[in-house]
Each structure stands twice: as structure tokens, then as C-alpha cells.
């Protein structure tokens, strides 16, 4: 079953304006991550937030992680065309078992910044 | 230069003829990871490991076997692929294995696109 699902699914904006995406997840997590797949490549990672966080900047990118709701959002200021890509949430669940491992991503929105 | 690198990143093959995706990287990292990403189902975990001998099953394990005999290395085997393994293959890595080993950034791969005919 998906832990993270992002929203919207696609977003089309004009270079210079502001991209909102949204993860909504179900169970309690450790951490979430946000991570950028461009077209036939792997993915990268941008920016971790752990639990006990609100809110993180790096650069241009701004996440906010509201436990509460069980969702985050991914905002990316002044966009430019080589922020066309997709963009994937990715949650690290409370493991009920010790040691069990798993990193559960979305579906990911796909973001195309037009010139 | 810092990264992980699989192989082959195209292949074409054959229902039953057994075959091994490569993965390696060069981090030292303990955790290593193998996933399949399709259209519309997103990235789905098939087999992780928190150290070297020590593997575990994802969410879609069935059909694939992993091993880690050395901690740069963690082939994925499809011992008789089918048809509904074609797709998109990452391996990714980070730093810490144990308790917490998926807190952490990964480092993805390029991927190995698989069609199974």
C-alpha cells in the first residue's frame, strides 16, 4: 500500500513562479524525505525533515511537515526550466519490529516549468 | 566521484533465462536497497540490506533473490523472469544500516530498464 501520496499529480507553471506540492501519508513516521527523478534518471535527494521538525529550507526549496494532518509540502521559489522534473515524497514509518528497514515512496507530481 | 552505479542499464530478455543486476557503489555505505518504479504504482521496495549478510524482504520480493556478500555490492537475480518483472530498476545506498539505517539521504542509481518478453 502507498505511504505517500503527493498532490497534485501534475503541475505546469511559468518560469519565475512559485511550485506548491503536497505529501499526504497515513502512519506515524521518523522522518520524511523529498526527492527529484528527472526524465530517465535516477532519483536525487533534496531535503530530509524529521518528525520532530516543522519546517527546513535549503536554497531555493522550502518543506514543512505538519504531523498533526500527516502531510508535508514541497515549495520551490522562483522556478526555472531545470526544475522541470518529478518530485517524490518518501516517508521512513515507525517500525513496530526492531530494525526492520523501509523507505515508502509516493507517486510523485510531475512538475513542468515552461519558459 | 561519489555514486552508485548499476548494470546493465538496458536489457531485453526472455521469459526463464535467469539474469543478475549489478549494483555497486563506492560510499562505504551499509544500507543498500533494490526497487522497481511502474507507471502509476509509483517506487516499490523489493529487497533491502542493513549490512553485509543481511538482507530482508521489501513490499514485492516474489520472483527476485538479492545478495550481499561484500558491503560495495548487492546484485538483484531474477532466477526465471516473467513478463510482469519488466520495469524500471533503482539501486540505492546510504550511509548507516540498524535501527534508524533508512533515516538517511539515498543515493540512487541510474536505473536498468528490463523487458521481458
Known amino acids: 500500500s502507498q505511504q505517500g501520496e503527493e498532490d497534485p499529480q501534475a503541475l505546469s507553471i511559468q518560469e519565475g513562479e512559485n511550485a506548491t506540492m503536497n505529501c499526504s501519508y497515513k502512519?506515524?513516521?521518523?522522518?520524511l524525505q523529498w526527492y527529484r527523478q528527472n526524465s530517465g534518471r535516477g532519483l536525487v535527494h533534496l531535503i530530509l525533515?524529521?518528525?520532530?521538525?516543522r519546517e527546513k529550507h535549503s536554497g531555493r526549496l522550502r518543506v514543512t511537515l505538519d504531523t498533526s494532518k500527516k502531510s508535508s509540502s514541497l515549495l520551490i521559489t522562483a522556478s526555472r526550466a531545470a526544475d522541470t522534473a518529478s518530485y517524490f515524497c518518501?516517508?521512513?514509518?515507525?517500525?513496530?519490529?526492531?530494525?526492520?528497514?523501509?523507505?515508502?515512496f509516493g507517486q510523485g507530481t510531475r512538475l513542468t516549468i515552461n519558459p | 566521484e561519489a555514486q552508485v552505479t548499476q548494470n546493465p542499464r538496458y536489457l531485453i530478455t526472455v521469459t526463464g533465462k535467469k539474469l543478475t543486476v549489478t549494483c555497486s557503489q563506492n560510499?562505504?555505505?551499509?544500507?543498500m536497497s533494490w526497487y522497481r518504479q511502474d507507471p502509476g504504482l509509483g517506487l516499490r521496495q523489493i529487497y533491502y540490506?542493513?549490512?553485509?549478510?543481511?538482507?530482508d524482504k521489501g513490499d514485492v520480493p516474489e520472483g527476485y533473490k538479492v545478495s550481499r556478500k561484500e558491503k560495495r555490492n548487492f546484485p538483484l537475480i531474477l532466477e526465471s523472469p516473467s513478463p510482469n518483472q519488466t520495469s524500471l530498476y533503482f539501486c540505492?545506498?546510504?550511509?548507516?544500516?540498524?535501527?534508524?539505517?533508512?533515516?538517511?539521504?539515498?543515493?540512487f542509481g541510474d536505473g536498468t530498464r528490463l523487458s521481458i518478453l
Open positions: 540505492a545506498s546510504s550511509l548507516r544500516g540498524g535501527w534508524g539505517g533508512s533515516n538517511q539521504p539515498q543515493h
Open positions: 502512519t506515524s513516521i521518523n522522518n
Open positions: 525533515i524529521r518528525s520532530n521538525e
Open positions: 518518501a516517508t521512513d514509518p515507525q517500525a513496530l519490529i526492531q530494525g526492520a528497514q523501509k523507505l515508502v
Open positions: 560510499m562505504n555505505h551499509e544500507y
Open positions: 540490506s542493513m549490512n553485509v549478510e543481511v538482507t
